[in-house]
């Protein structure tokens, strides 16, 4: 177990790389940010750029080099001239926003902001999932399967953001029926608010609740439907219905047996759950203006800053990779017909 | 899971078809025992008239024209009213309904075949071939959708239209299908049956298309549906975030975009159709997709209808 | 669209209430309502002592050093509007009002050529730490443009047009001297910055940018990645800052500006889209802002509010038009004048603009406004814009052009005409002006595609000459000189149309040598007449931008004039006394 998790680790490594590469080249062969900013600033100056600015912006984001080149400065850092560059060396390399901002700690704060949102609803959408799911696989065709059936496909076929604007102006329309600001629309805190963690928490929480819920149900009508149709499929098996047949208590058979294999299939689709959240949290996150790492990783995307774009795809692929670790190790520990050589 | 289909080693290929055939004829007449699932099925197949029938018999496309009259309310001459620049809404509802199904429809074929190809592949050969597929999915799967889809719509020179947005969530699309068909693969396999063909001598490829995907028939169904209603629902989002199809071209993403403003005024159709047309082809897809589902499990027997 | 509509609202509202308090709210002196007749002094009134104004703005910063290119954006002018060293401000009448916490007299022309400018700063005028803005301030901004590596080695300035042409800056007690070279001159010196960061907080920093143009530059990367905390040259000081989220003012108790400042608080928070400001207006949760975009179906969703007051006024960007001159078909002026006579202008502006602001009116000059005094019509009489089919067929048809039998537009050669156009996608502004060009175009016969473009690819295509047909804009204030020759000048890198027309440049040079601001009016003019005969550029409209404000807030008010837009007169901005 413990060899198989170290090796898994280890292909994480060329995984990551293989990743970077493609979207690296998929980044720098479309842009060409440095021009675009000396548009914008033309724009706002209505003066010309100097072209000693010019040159200078674009030696300072290695634009000057090959695309080959700037791949190896920015995993290497070995052969630059700023000493800013080289993952390997713990440098994240520079933003075209220029040198106020520090990717690495842009690339921090704004994680554990997604990060909180994107476990609060993960969560909350798999124990739904489990439960509508498990209740509409026993309860098959009653009242209550076409209920939950029902609302799972409704939360299925809305947009994201179409439910998230809804219920953003249903949370506005009811601070305004209660005359309280029960739940904040716009932002993960208050503006400036410092304090200490139990303090933070709590001036987060009104801001956590509508964008959760957005994010939540996107997520888990998906996974109730893998849920149900895993679930009824272990129900129909022959060793369940031995099991009944046995006169094992349907409760005990539901238990040891049906819900146990059932599980298999959402264990997969879990980590892919929590990599359709981080999506889903780019639009989530744009609705209710929270400073999260979807924001900025499509701020960077459509501004073709390639470093931050890699320090985007880092977090993120390693947080789904470890995801996709951990279900495969679920697999080994629901069904013991896997085994790991 | 179970072994009901257990298939008589002894019996050859063709007896095999002859049961297959008896099988979908069942799975019909089941699917039209399931009233949602036909229900669905006929409102599905009004929405595919309504958007690649009904445009010849009207009046206007979903361009600007400027004999059209900017925001007019629904009347006869305009039955979902007029948008502020002067475009007939039924025009522009009926073409982004037909777009936004040709993406659904290529990316859910596409995708499924790619990925439960891919995903019985890996989970029947297991060892290298498992690492290297599953590998190039983990590569794929590391990359954000979203970084994905902005380069290659920044990449493309001209305005997106409908197939590139079909390419591009198909290349998205397949991951999960193979994750969930090589999850189901690589514990069938360890199956009699499988076991039994191999010892009967089939080759590789005729075990992975004849009895393991058939078998996983019931995940991939599922994830058919699944991907019909994701497609149209990413295209819609990518709208959302201006990285969809592009104007003068038109799509039901882009219409509840550009009305996003008016959802709480006296223009509020606007904004509900195109999204209500959204709702009703997910809605309508899953339900078929379940009827599917339901019917093609061999293992459920009609009584319990 | 504005108030009219709000004013049947209450009316109902009040008839419902039956006089629960209605109607106070109407005895108010002045509202934004009066800003179409007085546009200095609407929404004025009697400040209370006090108060807090949280105001949004619609984009963010990256860095706080306004001189370097890589920070340089207008929300950042704003966002440090408060405390900054400007030389002074266009109110929304278009005149210039020197900063007053700096200089006790108007800037003097002392000699023309060189062109020498005498400042004289005000007795007091200070940086809130106790240091008095010397002339060290003015050399430390002068070397931070120079774009000279003697003086700053690897700075990156934003411009350095005038900063490259300074020869000295000289000082004896209030009074500071700014020669310049030979080869510079411009009407507007007067409007010249010539301040920024505070030479003794770099040196207080270790940076020996006088000597050193190592230091020099290293002091600039220090501006730009502290926010300016603990010191000020305006009439708020900033506590607390985080760059591209917020900045919170108090009042500057060292200012040396006549303004009493009465607020206790100023923040200023950053919300981006239109959206999410009119969703917090709507719950009190901001005060106020002046968004760069509008859109009809958003800004009315406030009429609902009572408390909230808005208005819709021409903003300081503007839209056009451009043709390339380097095309292969668009090379030739006939076929160009014939592509600008057939778009509609006035029907486009009937389907854009005048949804959201009433009084929208069409453009009809590149470089003055049409309500500013030096405005001339040169567009109408060569029925540019006018969607007169028949008149751009007619000049074709007299030009050898021809039509196939399927009605389309052949060249004398006998040649397709096909071009096309290009437009950022984001805009819905311009994706309704592109289709109906499209249809204007069609009517003539010629066969454009609508070729969107991201907004992070603009430049490359502007750049690049990759189109035949763009349209974009412009943001402008009341100066026109470097406007000028920024966008006909042949060797300007903002013609992005290449236009090269020999005897417009010779009038450009002549503007750009002038130092009375009424000739060079005059021969900005004869610029704009010029390139209208071009056929290059065909304005379509002033952007319409918004306000919105709490009712409680007084002396607020929209400022197309200036970068900072509402902003531009913070020291006054106060909650009302009722």
């Known amino acids: 177990m413990v060899v198989f998790i170290i090796r898994r680790v280890l292909v994480m490594i060329p995984v990551l790389i293989g990743a970077t590469i493609l979207s690296f080249l998929l980044v720098d062969l479309t842009n060409d940010p440095v021009q675009q900013q000396v548009f914008e600033i033309q724009q706002s100056t209505g003066e010309p750029v100097p072209q000693s600015t010019v040159d200078a912006l674009e030696a300072n984001l290695y634009y000057d080099r090959s695309i080959p080149e700037r791949y190896w400065l920015w995993l290497t850092g070995i052969g630059d001239t700023n000493g800013d560059i080289g993952l390997l060396q713990g440098k994240w390399g520079p933003s075209i926003e220029g040198s106020a901002t520090d990717i690495g700690q842009e690339i921090t704060d704004r994680f554990a902001v997604t990060l909180r949102l994107v476990l609060f609803a993960t969560i909350a959408s798999i124990g739904l999932a489990i439960l509508t799911g498990v209740i509409s696989a026993v309860k098959q065709y009653s009242k209550l399967d076409y209920t939950l059936t029902f609302i799972g496909f409704l939360a299925l076929a809305m947009p994201i953001f179409w439910l998230a604007s809804l219920l953003k102006e249903a949370a506005v329309q009811t601070n305004d029926a209660l005359g309280t600001n029960l739940f904040k629309t716009y932002g993960s805190g208050t503006t400036g608010f410092k304090g200490n963690g139990w303090e933070l928490f709590v001036d987060a929480l009104p801001y956590l609740i509508v964008p959760t819920i957005a994010l939540m149900l996107g997520g888990y009508a998906a996974m109730s439907r893998y849920q149900r149709a895993s679930m009824l499929e272990v129900m129909n098996s022959d060793y369940v219905r031995l099991a009944r047949a046995k006169g094992v208590r349907n409760r005990t058979v539901m238990r040891r047996h049906a819900l146990r294999t059932a599980l298999i299939p959402v264990a997969t689709f879990a980590p892919l759950g929590l990599a359709t959240a981080m999506g889903g949290a780019i639009v989530t996150e744009s609705i209710f203006g929270w400073r999260g790492l979807g924001a900025y990783s499509l701020k960077a995307i459509q501004d073709g800053d390639s470093f931050a774009v890699m320090a985007y795809l880092l977090i993120s692929g390693v947080v789904v990779l470890t995801g996709i670790l951990v279900s495969d190790l679920l697999y080994g520990v629901l069904d013991p017909r896997i085994r790991y050589e | ?305 | ?578």
Not at chain 2, 30 to 40: D, I, K, T
Not at chain 3, 501 to 513: N, R, T
């Open chain 2, 1 to 305: 899971m179970s072994e009901t289909t257990a298939v008589n080693p002894s019996l050859e290929a063709e007896a095999i078809t002859t049961v297959e055939r008896g099988q979908w004829a069942l799975v019909a007449r089941r699917f039209f025992r399931h009233r949602l699932a036909v229900v669905g099925l006929v409102l599905f197949v009004l929405v595919l008239l309504f958007a690649f029938v009904l445009p010849y018999f009207w009046t206007w496309d979903y361009k600007i024209h400027p004999e059209i009259p900017s925001r007019a309310a629904p009347s006869l001459d305009h039955p979902f009213g007029t948008d502020k620049a002067g475009r007939d809404q039924l025009g522009a509802v009926m073409r982004a309904t037909a777009q936004s199904l040709k993406v659904a429809f290529v990316v859910a074929l596409g995708s499924t075949v790619i990925g439960a190809l891919i995903g019985a592949v890996a989970g029947y050969y297991r060892g290298w071939v498992d690492a290297l597929l599953m590998r190039v999915v983990d590569v794929l799967f590391v990359i954000p959708f979203i970084v994905i889809t902005a380069a290659i719509a920044g990449a493309i020179d001209s305005s997106v239209k409908w197939y590139h947005m079909a390419l591009i969530l198909m290349v998205f699309g397949w991951l999960s299908i193979s994750r969930a068909v090589r999850a189901e693969v690589l514990s069938l396999r360890e199956k009699e049956f499988i076991e039994a063909a191999r010892a009967a001598g089939g080759s590789a490829w005729h075990i992975i298309v004849k009895h393991l995907i058939p078998n996983t028939m019931s995940v991939i169904i599922v994830s058919v549906t699944l991907q019909i209603a994701f497609a149209i629902l990413s295209e819609t989002t990518l709208s959302f975030l201006g990285l969809g199809i592009q104007s003068p071209d038109t799509s039901l993403g882009l219409l509840i975009d550009a009305a996003q403003g008016v959802a709480f005024n006296q223009y509020w159709y606007l904004f509900y159709i195109p999204g209500f047309m959204v709702i009703l082809i997910a809605l309508t897809i899953n339900f078929i997709g379940d009827g599917l589902r339901d019917a093609m499990d061999p293992r459920q027997t009609m009584v319990r209808r």
């Open chain 3, 1 to 578: 669209m504005e108030r009219h509509h709000k004013a049947a609202v209450t009316i109902a509202a009040c008839t419902a209430l039956a006089l629960t308090g209605c109607g106070a709210g109407d005895q108010r002196p002045s509202d934004l309502e009066d800003c179409e007749f007085e546009p200095a002094t609407c929404n004025s009134g009697e400040r209370a002592d006090g108060g807090e104004i949280t105001w949004a703005l619609d984009g963010s910063w990256t860095g706080w050093n306004p001189t370097m290119a890589s920070d340089n954006n207008a929300y950042l002018s704003s966002a440090l509007t408060g405390m900054w060293p400007a030389t002074g401000q266009f109110d929304p009448e278009g005149e210039y009002v020197l900063n007053e916490g700096l200089f006790a007299s108007e800037p003097r022309l002392t000699s023309e050529s060189p062109m020498t400018v005498e400042y004289t700063l005000k007795d007091g005028a200070n940086w809130g730490d106790g240091h008095e803005v010397g002339v060290d301030d003015f050399i430390y901004h002068w070397y931070s443009i120079s774009a000279d590596d003697d003086r700053c080695a690897g700075c990156t300035p934003a411009s350095a047009d005038r900063g490259s042409a300074v020869e000295s800056i000289t000082g004896s007690g209030r009074t500071v001297t700014v020669t310049y070279d030979d080869t510079y001159s411009s009407a507007e010196w007067q409007y010249a910055e010539v301040l920024s960061f505070p030479a003794h907080i770099a040196e207080d920093q270790g940076f020996d940018w006088k000597n050193d143009p190592r230091d020099m530059a290293d002091s600039q990367t220090w501006f730009s990645e502290n926010a300016p905390i603990g010191w000020s040259a305006g009439p708020y000081t900033v506590t607390d800052a985080e760059a591209g989220q917020y900045v919170v003012y108090e009042p500057n108790p060292d200012w040396a500006g006549e303004t009493e400042v009465t607020l206790d608080k100023l923040i200023f928070q950053v919300m981006e889209g239109l959206d999410a400001i009119v969703t917090e207006m709507r719950q009190g949760t901001i005060d106020g802002a002046s968004p760069v975009s509008v859109d009809v179906d958003t800004i009315t969703r406030l009429e609902d509010t009572d408390d909230v007051d808005y208005r819709v006024a021409a903003g300081p960007s503007w839209e056009h038009i451009d043709l390339n001159t380097r095309g292969d078909l668009l090379s030739d002026p006939v076929l160009r004048s014939a592509v600008l006579i057939a778009i509609d202008v006035e029907d486009i502006i009937s389907r854009t603009a005048s949804l959201v602001q009433f009084d929208a009116e069409r453009r009809l000059n590149h470089l003055f406004r049409n309500d500013s005094p030096n405005f001339t019509d040169h567009l109408s009489a060569t029925g540019q814009g006018s969607g007169d089919i028949e008149l751009a067929a007619g000049i074709l048809e007299d030009a050898g052009y021809t039509w196939d039998d399927g009605g389309r537009l052949l060249t004398p050669d006998g040649e397709e005409v096909a071009l096309d156009y290009r437009y950022t996608e984001s805009k819905s502004i311009r994706k309704t002006t592109a289709q109906l060009a499209q249809a204007n175009l069609t009517d003539l016969g010629i066969d454009v595609t609508l070729d969107p473009i991201a907004d992070a690819d603009l430049g490359s295509v502007l750049f690049g000459g990759e189109f035949d047909i763009v349209n974009f804009g412009w943001s402008t204030d009341p100066t026109f000189v470097d406007g000028a020759s920024q966008y006909w000048d042949s060797e300007s890198s903002s013609n992005f149309g290449g236009l090269d027309d020999p005897e417009l440049d010779a009038v450009l040079d002549e503007l750009g040598d002038t130092l009375d601001r009424a000739r060079a009016a005059e021969l900005a003019n004869q610029a704009v007449e010029m390139a209208v005969d071009d056929a290059y550029v065909l304005p379509i409209v002033d952007s319409p931008v918004a306000i919105m404000v709490s009712d409680r807030l007084v002396n607020v008010r929209d400022n197309w004039a200036s970068q900072q837009r509402a902003m531009y007169n913070v020291a006054e901005w106060g909650v009302s006394e009722s």
